[in-house]
């Protein structure tokens, strides 16, 4: 996930590495019972795995692959600062009029590879990966920012806005 900051740039606040659950599925849809790990953005590293679908309960996380017992937990993620960069530039240079963009990046082994994006991105991949509100991180901070800066000033009166500061 990536979103528009203070000093008029575009940071990566969140990201999520998604696998399928099963060798027998050929992809990740983490609300079709995918598993989602939360990457440390400055290293990344993953987290534990959680299980998606709707109307799942996470389970305390996967800190292996519940089929190939491949290691999720600890694993640092090929390329890390390519991606991060990758993610960036294509959001300044072709989406800047996005505040926000969740993305969905193969790693290849010649290095990041945009499939699509998403201007509505699922938020609740984040946060349950993450085990917590994205309002308390990063994201939440900058998407107050982005709404007082776009929405606040410009539509609600000086007395108004100067009341809510």
Not at 78 to 106: K, M, N, T, Y
Not at 128 to 139: I, Y
Request: with cysteine; proline share 5%.
């Amino acid at each position: 996930m990536s979103c528009h900051n203070e000093s008029d740039d575009y940071e990566v606040t969140n990201a999520v590495f998604r696998m399928a659950r099963s060798t027998a599925s050929v992809v990740d849809n983490y609300h079709a019972g995918g598993i989602a790990a939360n990457v440390d953005i400055q290293t990344g590293v993953s987290g534990r795995g959680t299980r998606g679908a709707w109307g799942t309960v996470t389970d305390g996380g996967y800190e292996r692959h519940p089929e190939t017992n491949v290691p999720i937990l600890h694993r640092k993620l090929p390329c890390w600062p390519e991606l991060i960069h990758f993610v960036q530039h294509v959001h300044s240079r072709l989406f800047s009029d996005q505040v926000v963009i969740g993305w969905d990046i193969a790693i290849l082994v010649t290095g990041p590879c945009l499939i699509k994006t998403n201007k509505a991105p699922d938020l609740d991949i984040v946060q349950r990966a993450k085990s917590g509100p994205v309002g308390n991180d990063r994201l939440g901070k900058l998407l107050a920012f982005n709404l007082r800066r776009t929405v606040i000033a410009k539509y609600v009166p000086l007395e108004v806005h100067s009341l809510c500061k």
